[in-house]
């Protein structure tokens, strides 16, 4: 007869599951092996950190759309799945965390590693149960499953390791075995034909539409670029809709935020309707002034529709099939001199960039070595990126097609995700090239899960911005409050040392010459291979247009930062030095005016 631990293994199987993310305890022996006799059907991935396993389960869900699983031990195994599990439910990914408890009769009794983790996952998860017995399994693994996928969000089991052993031998009267069905019932979800209308008058009736292109836009590029040239509309992206259009197309205007461009941000202080297309970016000033812009939002969720701009017409569908419902109401425009507008600053962005990427000076500029990894990426290849300083580089100077795949950790941000998300690329898909572009201090962080993507032997190429710092964290520390930089220095790690001892491969880069030998070397090996760039600790990470205070909170806290000296030379390189200008003339018109158009 089948125990708990057998029947919730087959119901994985039951639903597609190929992967479990986790690492072994006695919490959760039961389940381990029942894993083990199904081997041949289900893949357990042992990863070194359980939060790994969580940010992986989560990844995998991104590159895939299924159900990601990861499974940890009681105790401290389950509190370490945490930080990957909010990255899951504010990215709305479908993933399925289980966990172990101690025997039944000793929860709460001050037992070692009693943990009641349904209430400490309470607010993670959309659907939360402690499995009571081997009957009451059949019908919570099912369903957890299932609120996974339809609720997008993190469904958890918690089960005691004796339970896991304990057969369905009692049944209660009503609970008829086999009447949950394992599979999952999709359905179709479009518009109403009213709001269709409304949000149709409304993009004709604009003179300049913008578009802002999320993660929902990704499956749907073809559609979203034929309402982009029907509207005349530049598209800009947020950083989870980065392959939504191919980065080099002419449509695109390329990502928004502290981590894009100038002519993003201008065409949404510029615009009078903007479209938004599977996005919940998050920096409500990035977006037009409600005053001046009407808006239309694309989303699968009704709950997202108006999250951040006052929309005035909702479209809930998939976002594929709404742009081809809206593509018939549109009215083609002739005037495209809005779009054109924002080509030219685009080509002037791209001039200032490409300065950035050529720029020979010691120490090291990470731009050019972000650049030249960046031009290897094969053209089905996937991008993942930490979150930090690198991140801004992996979106402005890497340039991907419509067949790439990107993820980053999005509405959590969280440091240490790129190497699992990585990992997971390589499960979900172990014959496509992997590449990332990760901070030293998001590197370190996991750094022992390199060992993993040895162990799977992954084609996989690791670009480590190795700036001693924690440089993000250091320039919001002056930009947004005015503060010296503190605490923020790293101790060094020879990651390439570290990477050789894990039996991968490693190589350094310290001069602008040595980029393209060294790339070349390592993008001719096979296998895992780590690629430490040292580059200057001092370069800024610069946002598109300094927003206003920015500039003034910035020049009083360098005087008490260490290495001012070789901060302001780093400002006052082109392009630096105007993007640092635009900031503090905005400052010196705001003071003069209480009601400057187009200020976030």
């Given at each position: 007869?089948?125990?708990?631990?057998?029947?919730?293994?087959?119901?994985?199987?039951?639903?597609?599951?190929?992967?479990?993310?986790?690492?072994?305890?006695?919490?959760?022996?039961?389940?381990?092996?029942?894993?083990?006799?199904?081997?041949?059907?289900?893949?357990?991935?042992?990863?070194?950190?359980?939060?790994?396993?969580?940010?992986?389960?989560?990844?995998?869900?991104?590159?895939?759309?299924?159900?990601?699983?990861?499974?940890?031990?009681?105790?401290?195994?389950?509190?370490?799945?945490?930080?990957?599990?909010?990255?899951?439910?504010?990215?709305?990914?479908?993933?399925?965390?289980?966990?172990?408890?101690?025997?039944?009769?000793?929860?709460?009794?001050?037992?070692?590693?009693?943990?009641?983790?349904?209430?400490?996952?309470?607010?993670?998860?959309?659907?939360?149960?402690?499995?009571?017995?081997?009957?009451?399994?059949?019908?919570?693994?099912?369903?957890?499953?299932?609120?996974?996928?339809?609720?997008?969000?993190?469904?958890?089991?918690?089960?005691?390791?004796?339970?896991?052993?304990?057969?369905?031998?009692?049944?209660?009267?009503?609970?008829?075995?086999?009447?949950?069905?394992?599979?999952?019932?999709?359905?179709?979800?479009?518009?109403?034909?009213?709001?269709?209308?409304?949000?149709?008058?409304?993009?004709?009736?604009?003179?300049?539409?913008?578009?802002?292109?999320?993660?929902?836009?990704?499956?749907?590029?073809?559609?979203?670029?034929?309402?982009?040239?029907?509207?005349?509309?530049?598209?800009?992206?947020?950083?989870?809709?980065?392959?939504?259009?191919?980065?080099?197309?002419?449509?695109?205007?390329?990502?928004?935020?502290?981590?894009?461009?100038?002519?993003?941000?201008?065409i949404m202080e510029q615009c009078d309707a903007v479209l938004i297309v599977g996005s919940s970016f998050p920096y409500i000033?990035?977006?037009?002034?409600?005053?001046?812009?009407?808006?239309?939002?694309?989303?699968?969720?009704?709950?997202?529709?108006?999250?951040?701009?006052?929309?005035?017409?909702?479209?809930?569908?998939?976002?594929?099939?709404?742009?081809?419902?809206?593509?018939?109401?549109?009215?083609?425009?002739?005037?495209?001199?809005?779009?054109?507008?924002?080509?030219?600053?685009?080509?002037?962005?791209?001039?200032?960039?490409?300065?950035?990427?050529?720029?020979?000076?010691?120490?090291?500029?990470?731009?050019?070595?972000?650049?030249?990894?960046?031009?290897?990426?094969?053209?089905?290849?996937?991008?993942?990126?930490?979150?930090?300083?690198?991140?801004?580089?992996?979106?402005?100077?890497?340039?991907?097609?419509?067949?790439?795949?990107?993820?980053?950790?999005?509405?959590?941000?969280?440091?240490?995700?790129?190497?699992?998300?990585?990992?997971?690329?390589?499960?979900?898909?172990?014959?496509?090239?992997?590449?990332?572009?990760?901070?030293?201090?998001?590197?370190?962080?996991?750094?022992?899960?390199?060992?993993?993507?040895?162990?799977?032997?992954?084609?996989?190429?690791?670009?480590?911005?190795?700036?001693?710092?924690?440089?993000?964290?250091?320039?919001?520390?002056?930009?947004?409050?005015?503060?010296?930089?503190?605490?923020?220095?790293?101790?060094?790690?020879?990651?390439?040392?570290?990477?050789?001892?894990?039996?991968?491969?490693?190589?350094?880069?310290?001069?602008?010459?040595?980029?393209?030998?060294?790339?070349?070397?390592?993008?001719?090996?096979?296998?895992?291979?780590?690629?430490?760039?040292?580059?200057?600790?001092?370069?800024?990470?610069?946002?598109?247009?300094?927003?206003?205070?920015?500039?003034?909170?910035?020049?009083?806290?360098?005087?008490?930062?260490?290495?001012?000296?070789?901060?302001?030379?780093?400002?006052?390189?082109?392009?630096?030095?105007?993007?640092?200008?635009?900031?503090?003339?905005?400052?010196?018109?705001?003071?003069?005016?209480?009601?400057?158009?187009?200020?976030?």
């Amino acid at each position: 007869m089948l125990n708990a631990a057998d029947i919730l293994i087959d119901t994985l199987i039951e639903w597609d599951v190929k992967f479990v993310f986790g690492l072994p305890g006695d919490g959760i022996n039961g389940v381990m092996e029942a894993l083990r006799k199904r081997q041949d059907r289900i893949r357990f991935i042992q990863v070194r950190h359980e939060e790994s396993a969580a940010f992986m389960a989560c990844a995998y869900a991104k590159f895939t759309g299924k159900l990601g699983v990861c499974l940890a031990t009681s105790g401290p195994g389950g509190t370490h799945l945490l930080t990957g599990l909010y990255d899951a439910k504010l990215d709305q990914m479908p993933v399925l965390a289980i966990t172990g408890t101690q025997y039944h009769d000793l929860i709460e009794t001050f037992t070692q590693q009693d943990v009641d983790l349904t209430r400490v996952f309470d607010n993670v998860a959309i659907y939360n149960a402690h499995v009571s017995d081997a009957s009451h399994m059949e019908n919570v693994a099912s369903l957890a499953c299932r609120s996974a996928l339809s609720r997008r969000g993190v469904a958890h089991l918690s089960i005691a390791n004796d339970v896991q052993e304990m057969d369905a031998k009692s049944r209660s009267k009503r609970n008829r075995p086999k009447h949950v069905p394992n599979r999952y019932f999709r359905g179709r979800q479009i518009p109403e034909e009213i709001e269709l209308d409304r949000a149709a008058q409304i993009l004709n009736d604009a003179r300049k539409v913008a578009i802002l292109a999320g993660r929902g836009a990704v499956g749907a590029q073809v559609e979203l670029r034929e309402i982009a040239d029907l509207l005349a509309a530049p598209v800009a992206k947020a950083l989870l809709g980065k392959t939504a259009l191919a980065d080099d197309d002419p449509l695109t205007t390329g990502g928004i935020g502290i981590l894009g461009t100038s002519p993003s941000q201008q065409i949404m202080e510029q615009c009078d309707a903007v479209l938004i297309v599977g996005s919940s970016f998050p920096y409500i000033e990035y977006y037009p002034r409600p005053e001046g812009a009407r808006g239309v939002q694309i989303d699968s969720d009704p709950q997202r529709i108006g999250l951040r701009f006052p929309v005035d017409a909702g479209l809930v569908g998939d976002a594929r099939e709404t742009l081809r419902l809206l593509g018939p109401r549109l009215i083609k425009k002739t005037d495209r001199s809005f779009l054109e507008q924002a080509q030219t600053a685009m080509s002037d962005w791209r001039r200032k960039m490409e300065m950035m990427e050529t720029d020979l000076s010691a120490p090291l500029k990470p731009q050019a070595v972000v650049r030249a990894f960046g031009r290897r990426i094969a053209a089905d290849g996937v991008l993942v990126a930490d979150s930090g300083q690198n991140t801004e580089l992996a979106a402005r100077h890497i340039d991907l097609g419509p067949a790439n795949q990107f993820a980053v950790s999005g509405a959590l941000a969280s440091m240490a995700s790129g190497l699992p998300y990585a990992i997971a690329a390589g499960a979900a898909d172990p014959k496509r090239p992997i590449y990332a572009v990760i901070g030293d201090g998001g590197f370190g962080m996991q750094l022992g899960e390199f060992s993993t993507a040895v162990r799977m032997a992954l084609p996989l190429k690791i670009l480590v911005i190795f700036n001693g710092m924690l440089n993000q964290i250091a320039w919001e520390q002056m930009m947004f409050l005015g503060n010296p930089q503190f605490g923020c220095e790293l101790a060094p790690i020879d990651f390439a040392k570290a990477a050789e001892a894990m039996g991968g491969l490693g190589f350094t880069i310290s001069s602008f010459d040595q980029i393209e030998p060294t790339l070349e070397e390592a993008f001719s090996k096979a296998g895992p291979v780590v690629i430490q760039a040292l580059v200057d600790q001092y370069e800024p990470m610069m946002p598109p247009k300094m927003p206003k205070n920015y500039a003034k909170n910035f020049r009083e806290a360098l005087a008490d930062t260490p290495g001012h000296e070789a901060i302001e030379a780093n400002v006052s390189r082109s392009p630096l030095r105007e993007m640092m200008a635009a900031g503090e003339q905005e400052k010196e018109l705001s003071e003069n005016s209480t009601d400057l158009p187009g200020t976030p």
